[in-house]
């Protein structure tokens, strides 16, 4: 009998309206039980996954699995739905399908320190056992039911011809209440099973303001729960725990987890819980993974993502990786992995990116790591599952899927052309053979389910549009369920015009039908229900507690008998719902129940038990032994119970079920044992059994066979006892059309013909053999997978031998791993070529990268896993590949951008310029040698760029003030800008300062000083002078010795009186003047450090006019400016022979004079070497001369130091 760890919630009182959780540790199957008597809503628990990703409640769109495989109609569960080995090997954990990144795919609960239910997940042969804590933010009981109809009244009014028994029929009970605990509002129960008597109890006080237990008590009990002793002391009285977990190849050995937030530390039994020991821990544990043979092998990941690893049962720890995934890791599989001590894993490497990476849980070093997937994946999509590996790389926006089939190279997953999943869920992978659901561009609340061939490589449509909806907790959840016992058959709710309605398929999703409804109801009146217009809905959920039976339940032991909870009608309600059975695997069903009734099976699934879903009270069970035909009514408890749920058939040979709940809103806790042995008269004989047949609407043959199942006959009140076996006869049938789906890349039109879809080349597939060889011609058919049909259209439809045909080469293709047509100097461009046609083994490759190297190879072998090259300089390249063969040739190109990421832009920019005149800005990036940059220019207030490739732009500011310039620069995937002012005006004078030595000791030569230092002197000469701030603009330089230029500006609102303004400014200046040069001008850096500001001798740029005329004193004016550049051009020819002026130059060479940032305070630019551009007394006289013969002042924004770095290669 399977077994797991279970949980469930209830109410201590209904003033505090607490909800208590009881997290039943059933060997490790989680599960809540709600309160259904309180008075008040349960609350939400605190989610602990959130403490590791937020986006656990809305999870990103991706690769997902179902843990077990086997699809069970959640597909995001994260919790089991039926009592499960708690991590036995190989055993199926809950619904066989919990989403990936939602749930989890290792190492159970994300947080793991909440107090919501545990969940359970099988890795491979492995199995999680996993505490308490996972986000479960409701009860799943009352969540995932939607509204409850109301109660009509008892079944057992009214119904005396479908009842046996008017006497009280009582079934041997005990009751122990959980005394002395009375304030703890969470349990964990440990049922050993197999025969043994010890049940374990860990009650916990969690805290929910400080997120953490705060009491905790161990109860064992050694007589199946009659009677429990208190173990506080055996492990401390001090020793606050928050976990228990069970060894699932060995139940005799149990840990125990402290709560992390009193100390880190494990306690270990080897007795069943009789004595333990206590070890620290240097980490803390969220969830844990047994290996599936080994017993004292471990797996632990911590609250910080790193993976440790214990081959003595938690005594010693050793840490194997940093940056695990959470739920990423998984043992290895038996008869797949070489290594028994394998570890799959999704992690961080140093680059940041994600892979998938496997090692021994010894040899774990970065050395000792192998990568069986060359590139990185997108981060959450690992599944190891069964023979296949699973992973999602997302490329150029389109999420691409690759698997791994008993560990052979990853190929793609061949989905339809034009499907373009948005989401993907892997569902099942049983019986060598992978069923997913996949959420296509055009869908949002449905999925599309698609079946695989063997490799899962090539997928078909099995349906279309199956309802989705979002879990508790923001999972996936999909209307899919898988009947046990018989394979090929499913069950799904399809929407069809706004209309959710249920069907079935019998050769695995080839065809599916409605259901029919009963003939009759409860009272046996005619059921009128026409299909297609009527039939029967069901409910598809699976419970995520196993204290309930959940809305659909079938057995591995009991094939063909389904119970599900649903409605007849034109679609499906979660109004007025009942129970219906089926007897013969869905073909048929009649209602048991008008209510919700939760419904077990007992005894290997011979009997039924049923217990009413209500909040009131109950006393009673109803059990059928004729597969609810007729049910007899038994008292479990002399008391009527609050049930808060149920616990059935623990240990197969010990026939006990428990039942948990309460006698009152203020009652302890009750754990009713219920013995059920009394109910069966006897064991039974050859002659309690009967055949069955299975059958499609009459068709003998399901999945090409006619099976033939031992069941018990109705009303056979005996036991069926352990060595029950069901013997099944079992024969091939001859081949029909039913046992052929169409073949990847075909589509079913009438007659039930498969032909190609209108983007499918049936001669694509030969591609990968040459001449010379055969390979499998498909005929657009394919067996179904695990049909066993033989002979009849067999021959016609299988895949037929051919020889391989020459092919030129045709629809060749090149792109980049990453789908990008970017890439970084220095670092690894891969190249993937693709090719739709032609001979792949015969046809020579020729990859020219565009930067003078090519690469030649015979085929395409090599180039499978891509191309790698190194770029060593940046710019555009033509990357071009070339295929050729005998027959032909083609040729495809790609341009690829190779760009040195950009660290810096400085926008060098006067910082006054003439209304209406044209003025060069400039952008400086930083490394200078980045490539191909696009520039972005944004002048005032303007919403649109003017977009540019060179780093240079001219323009006229019409408007008078302070104008913004903006500069972005664009590299591959970098962004950068700066930003600067610009005063406009239409005159201006300017004169260059100087100050006194000390100032220089105290520059650090930074922007945000000299932005600091040029107010400064702005406030000083305003108040020596008097003069306005507005007129005054001081522009510190960069470099040493400390140096500024003064602009004078005219006063606001003076252009209509332009020749007084110029005499007004002409005062402002001499005014300027005489204050400078009398050293009135003076500010204290500092106390104690007076600082002078002085005129420099040689003033660059008097009055700067924009008017067409010129005064007399203008055209002096330019008589002076030409007779100073031509000295200045004397003296630059004559400079090496002039003492002075050569000491001047080499002054200047030295300390490689920098340009002034802009006055704006978005000053961040690097400093640029003037001798990167020219020579520095070029530089010099070139400056003089614009100074001078452009009557600006151009001392541009940009800032230098030494050097400025090309981007070299890595």
């Not at 006393?619 to 149920?646: A, C, I, N, Q």
């Amino acid at each position: 009998m399977e077994k797991g760890t279970n949980c469930f919630l209830t109410c201590h009182t209904v003033f505090l309206a607490w909800t208590w959780l009881l997290l039943l540790s059933w060997c490790c199957t989680g599960a809540e039980i709600t309160c259904r008597s309180c008075s008040s809503p349960s609350p939400s628990w605190p989610s602990s996954s959130s403490r590791l990703r937020q986006e656990q409640r809305q999870p990103p769109r991706g690769l997902r699995s179902w843990p077990g495989g086997r699809a069970r109609g959640s597909a995001g569960a994260a919790a089991a739905a039926e009592p499960l080995p708690g991590g036995e090997p190989g055993g199926r954990a809950g619904p066989r399908g919990a989403a990936l990144r939602s749930a989890g795919a290792g190492g159970g609960a994300p947080g793991g320190r909440g107090p919501a239910a545990p969940r359970t997940r099988r890795s491979s042969e492995g199995r999680r056992a996993l505490p308490a804590g996972g986000g479960r933010g409701v009860p799943a009981a009352e969540g995932q039911r939607g509204a409850r109809a109301q109660p009509r009244g008892p079944l057992e009014e009214g119904r005396a011809a479908r009842l046996r028994g008017a006497e009280e029929l009582r079934l041997s009970s005990t009751t122990f209440a959980l005394t002395g605990d009375a304030a703890h509002n969470q349990a964990m129960v440990h049922w050993s099973g197999h025969n043994s008597s010890v049940i374990l109890i860990l009650t916990k006080l969690y805290d929910f303001n400080l997120g953490s237990v705060t009491e905790s008590s161990l109860w064992r009990s050694t007589d199946y729960g009659t009677t429990y002793e208190k173990l506080n002391d055996k492990v401390g009285l001090k020793t606050v725990l928050s976990y228990l977990y069970v060894g699932p190849t060995n139940k005799r050995k149990i840990m125990l987890l402290s709560d992390p937030e009193i100390e880190s530390s494990i306690l270990i039994s080897s007795d069943e819980g009789a004595t333990y020991q206590k070890y620290r821990l240097n980490f803390y544990i969220q969830s844990l993974l047994f290996h599936p043979k080994q017993e004292e092998w471990i797996l632990a990941y911590s609250l910080d993502q790193k993976l440790y690893s214990s081959m003595d049962f938690g005594r010693k720890w050793q840490l194997m990786h940093e940056r695990v995934t959470p739920n990423r890791f998984y043992w290895s599989v038996t008869g797949l992995d070489k290594e028994p001590d394998l570890v799959h894993m999704e992690a961080r490497t140093a680059d940041g990116h994600t892979h998938y990476l496997t090692c021994r849980i010894q040899e774990c070093s970065e050395t000792k790591r192998s990568g069986p997937f060359s590139r990185s994946i997108d981060i959450s999509s690992l599944v190891v599952q069964d023979e296949y590996i699973f992973i999602q790389v997302t490329a150029g926006g389109r999420a691409n899927y690759y698997v791994s089939y008993r560990r052979e190279p990853f190929a793609q997953i061949k989905l339809p052309k034009y499907s373009l999943p948005k989401d993907m869920h892997i569902i099942s992978t049983d019986e060598n053979q992978v069923f997913a659901a996949v959420q296509e561009w055009n869908q949002n609340d449905t999925y599309n389910l698609y079946i695989s061939d063997t490799r899962g490589v090539y997928f078909t449509l099995a349906l279309e549009n199956v309802k989705s909806s979002r879990g508790l907790e923001g999972n996936i959840i999909i209307d899919l369920y898988e009947v046990a016992g018989i394979k090929g058959i499913f069950l799904a709710n399809r929407k069809i015009d706004d209309q959710i309605k249920t069907f079935i398929t019998y050769n695995k999703g080839r065809d599916w039908r409605l259901l029919q409804a009963p003939d009759t109801d409860l009272r046996g009146d005619p059921v009128v229900c026409q299909l297609p217009f009527c039939s029967l809905h069901l409910h598809l959920q699976l419970s995520e507690n196993p204290y309930t039976s959940g809305s659909i339940s079938s057995k591995e032991t009991a094939p063909g008998l389904l119970v599900a909870t649903g409605n007849i009608g034109s679609e499906l309600s979660y109004t007025d719902v009942g129970v219906f059975i089926s007897s013969d695997g869905g073909n048929s069903w009649r209602q048991i129940f008008e209510e919700e009734y939760n419904v077990w099976f007992l005894d290997w699934g011979g009997a039924l038990v049923a217990m009413k879903h209500t909040s009131v009270p109950i006393r009673h069970m109803w059990v059928s032994f004729d597969e609810g035909r007729s049910w007899s009514k038994y008292s479990f408890t002399s008391t009527p119970l609050f049930v808060d749920g149920s616990l059935v058939d623990p240990g197969i040979e010990t026939q006990i079920m428990t039942v948990f709940g309460h006698f009152s809103l203020r009652s302890e806790w009750q754990l009713v044992k219920v013995d059920y042995k009394s109910i069966f008269s006897r064991r039974c004989n050859k002659d309690d059994y009967q055949t069955w047949h299975l059958h499609n609407q009459g068709e003998p043959c399901v999945m090409g066979e006619r099976k033939i199942y031992k069941k018990r006959k109705p009303g056979a009140q005996c036991s069926l006892g352990r060595d029950y076996s069901q013997t099944v006869v079992s024969e091939p049938c001859v081949c029909g059309q039913g046992d052929f789906e169409c073949d990847y890349g075909y589509e079913r039109h009438s007659h039930n013909q498969c032909v190609p879809a209108f983007w499918f080349s049936p001669s694509s597939l030969s591609k990968d053999c040459s001449i010379g060889q055969s390979y499998l011609n498909s005929t657009g058919y394919r067996r179904i997978v695990s049909n066993n049909c033989t002979d009849g259209l067999r021959e016609k439809y299988m895949a037929k031998m051919e020889k391989c045909p020459g092919k030129a080469p045709r629809g060749l293709h090149i792109l980049t791993t990453d789908g990008k047509l970017v890439t970084e100097q220095g670092h690894n461009a891969t190249f993937i070529i693709l090719m739709e046609e032609g001979d792949l083994q015969r046809t020579n490759i020729q990859l020219d990268f565009g930067d003078g190297i090519a690469v030649s190879y015979a085929n395409f072998s090599p180039v499978e896993d891509g191309i790698r090259h190194v770029y060593k300089s940046a710019g555009i390249f033509q990357v071009t590949a070339y295929a050729e063969n005998s027959l032909g040739s083609d040729t495809a190109v790609l341009f690829l951008h190779v760009v040195c990421a950009v660290e810096h832009v400085h926008l060098s920019v006067p910082f006054v310029a003439i209304r209406n005149k044209d003025i060069n800005i400039t952008a400086v990036v930083w490394p200078s040698q980045a490539g191909t940059l696009t520039y972005f220019w944004w002048f005032g207030n303007s919403t649109k760029p003017l977009i540019t490739l060179e780093s240079s732009i001219s323009h006229i500011f019409a408007v008078e003030g302070m104008n913004t310039v903006t500069v972005q620069v664009a590299a591959g995937n970098t962004l950068i800008q700066d930003t600067k002012e610009i005063a406009v005006h239409e005159y201006f004078q300017s004169q260059l300062l100087s100050f006194s030595p000390n100032l220089d000791y105290h520059n650090p030569d930074i922007p945000e000083w000299r932005q600091d230092i040029g107010k400064v002197i702005k406030r000083a000469l305003a108040q020596v002078t008097g003069i306005p701030d507005e007129q005054i603009l001081v522009a510190v330089f960069p470099g040493l010795p400390t140096s500024a230029e003064l602009f004078i500006l005219p006063h606001k609102n003076t252009t209509e009186r332009r020749k007084s303004s110029e005499a007004d400014l002409e005062q402002v200046v001499e005014i300027l003047f005489n204050a400078l040069n009398q050293n009135l001008v003076q500010f204290e850096l500092k106390p104690g450090v007076e600082v002078i500001v002085y005129v420099t001798q040689l003033t660059l740029a008097p009055l700067v006019d924009s008017s067409t005329g010129h005064s007399s004193s203008a055209m002096l004016m330019l008589l002076s400016v030409v007779f100073v550049g031509l000295a200045v051009f004397l003296i630059y020819k004559f400079k090496r022979k002039i003492p002075w002026i050569n000491i001047y130059a080499q002054v200047q060479h030295d300390k490689e004079q920098e340009m002034i940032g802009s006055v704006s305070q978005s000053e961040n630019a690097p400093k640029i070497t003037l001798s990167e551009f020219t020579d520095p007394e070029e530089l010099m006289d070139k400056e003089l001369d614009t100074r001078v013969m452009g009557s600006i002042s151009t001392i541009a924004n940009s800032e230098s130091t030494k050097e400025i770095p090309n981007c070299t290669s890595v």
